[in-house]
């Protein structure tokens, strides 16, 4: 089955600057790859998302890249906020599919 | 006006009780789910449900039973509690199977079981 790991798992940043988490999969089927943000006492909500067509995709201040042949995506958040203080998850399943495996998450933190 | 919503939001109760959390999506969706998340904030699928039938089962103890009285609704009911069973349960649907955009997950907020 599928196995999702995510990096780092704790990240901190100053206000202002760019934050980076990275996650590789495992199943090459797997072809659609979702960001979730949870904040502190909520559950997660989607923010981004890409699918295997695409390598890159770009929403404001976030964007996720892809590279299907090293199995890896990642997620940069640019000019960060104290907003974007949360957990990140990412996910990986198949198109259509119902099954997603989700990564350990990220805590990211952003000084002011 | 919440799209998922579940109750309770925290529930504490004793070792060996039976207890249940209600799930109910208004968004219209003909896929649902439990997530369980641990205290190290993994998130694990329990079950799946398509139009009331459970398409997911995973590897859960038999101690936990989904139901499905419509599409909208999918309860969890959960006997002879332990104590690894704390845990925040999160009820989350999806727009349904075959579709493109099936798979983008809408979470409720999540009840929070304790067991002492």
């Known amino acids: 089955g599928e196995n999702v790991e995510q990096h780092p798992s704790t990240l901190s940043v100053q206000e202002g600057d760019s934050a980076v988490i990275k996650c590789t999969y495992s199943?090459?089927?797997?072809?659609?790859f979702p960001w979730y943000k949870q904040e502190l006492g909520k559950g997660p909500q989607l923010i981004i998302d890409?699918?295997?067509?695409?390598g890159e995709k770009k929403d404001q201040r976030i964007a996720v890249t892809l590279n299907k042949t090293a199995k890896h995506f990642s997620l940069h958040i640019t000019e960060t906020q104290p907003e974007d203080s949360a957990v990140y998850f990412c996910?990986?399943?198949?198109?259509?599919?119902?099954?997603?495996?989700f990564g350990p998450g990220t805590r990211l933190s952003v000084l002011p | 006006d919440t799209a998922v919503s579940q109750t309770p939001k925290y529930l504490v109760t004793q070792m060996g009780n039976d207890k249940s959390i209600k799930c109910e999506q208004n968004?219209?969706?003909?896929?649902m789910y439990w997530y369980k998340q641990d205290s190290k904030k993994f998130l694990k699928i329990m079950f799946s449900?398509?139009?009331?039938?459970?398409?997911i089962n995973e590897t859960v103890p038999n101690r936990f039973s989904p139901k499905s009285p419509d599409k909208a609704h999918l309860n969890l009911h959960i006997n002879s509690l332990e104590l690894g069973d704390s845990a925040v349960y999160f009820c989350?649907?999806?727009?349904?199977?075959?579709?493109?955009?099936?798979?983008?997950?809408?979470f409720g907020a999540g009840s929070r079981l304790t067991v002492l």
């Open positions: 199943d090459s089927a797997s072809n659609y």
């Open positions: 968004l219209g969706h003909d896929t």
């Open positions: 989350a649907s999806s727009p349904g199977q075959g579709i493109s955009g099936a798979n983008v997950l809408t």
């Open positions: 449900y398509n139009n009331k039938e459970l398409i």
């Open positions: 890409i699918r295997s067509n695409v």
């Open positions: 996910a990986a399943s198949e198109d259509y599919g119902q099954n997603f495996v």
